[in-house]
């Protein structure tokens, strides 16, 4: 299986202050037909995932565009342009390349300060 | 407007088989590249993939609980069912269905509201 790791596993961000969050694949999320197939999910309290970013940065629809994705291979970053008290919640990255199965990160706790 | 919303039991006990429902509309699921799937998430843990179905009744499966899963579709009343054999209480989590298109944007695009199972005896 293909094993994605997040960092940090928590961070708390001051509201308008940028927030970043790593993800790393231990292969890479590459395909044959040029697209990348990492994907970006914020589970706020109490909620079910929602995705935010498909295909390393193309944003969901209705997804504000302080979120933002990129990266390429194994390496991948979502950042937050200015964090809102709206934004808390887990984030988890997910591979969706190499299946069966998918596979998501350990996913990064954001709260606000 | 996509929806999904899962049910089933909220307690089953160890050794049981579990059997869930995902009733979804907005969607069918007889349109080519459409699928179904079902993630859990134990408490306070991550997320974990367990089984999709695809329109054309392709079926994939997590390999380490494949032996214990078995998915199916009812395209005429919009339900997927999931099967789970021989649970323990390590399978306590929140059972949650959602869509996937191959023709959108490839991932877990729709999620229903998730159901909590308990295994306990």
């Known amino acids: 299986d293909i094993v994605m790791t997040q960092t940090p596993l928590s961070l708390s961000v001051t509201p308008g202050q940028p927030a970043s969050i790593s993800c790393k694949s231990s292969?890479?999320?590459?395909?044959?037909?040029?697209?990348?197939?990492l994907y970006w999910y914020l589970q706020k309290p109490g909620q079910s995932p929602q995705l935010l970013i498909y295909e390393v940065s193309s944003r969901f629809s209705g997804v504000p565009d302080r979120f933002s994705g990129s990266g390429s291979g194994t390496d991948f970053t979502l950042k937050i342009s200015r964090v809102e008290a709206e934004d808390v919640g887990v984030y988890y990255c997910?591979?969706?390349?190499?299946?069966?199965?998918?596979?998501f990160g350990q996913g990064t706790k954001l709260e606000i300060k | 407007q996509i929806t999904l919303k899962e049910s089933g039991p909220t307690l089953v006990k160890p050794t049981q088989t579990l059997t869930l429902t995902c009733t979804f509309s907005g969607f069918s699921l007889s349109t080519s590249g459409v699928g179904v799937g079902w993630i859990r998430q134990p408490p306070g843990k991550a997320l974990e993939w367990l089984a999709l179905?695809?329109?054309?009744?392709?079926?994939r499966y997590s390999p380490s609980l494949k032996s214990r899963l078995t998915i199916t579709k009812d395209t005429s009343k919009n339900q997927v069912v999931l099967t789970m054999t021989n649970m323990d209480p390590v399978d306590t989590a929140t059972y949650y269905c959602?869509?996937?298109?191959?023709?959108?944007?490839?991932?877990?695009?729709?999620w229903g509201q998730g159901t909590l199972v308990t295994v306990s005896s």
């Open positions: 997910m591979q969706g390349i190499h299946l069966p199965p998918y596979t």
């Open positions: 179905i695809y329109w054309d009744d392709d079926k």
């Open positions: 959602a869509h996937i298109a191959a023709a959108g944007t490839g991932g877990w695009d729709y």
């Open positions: 292969q890479s999320l590459l395909h044959s037909d040029g697209k990348t197939y």
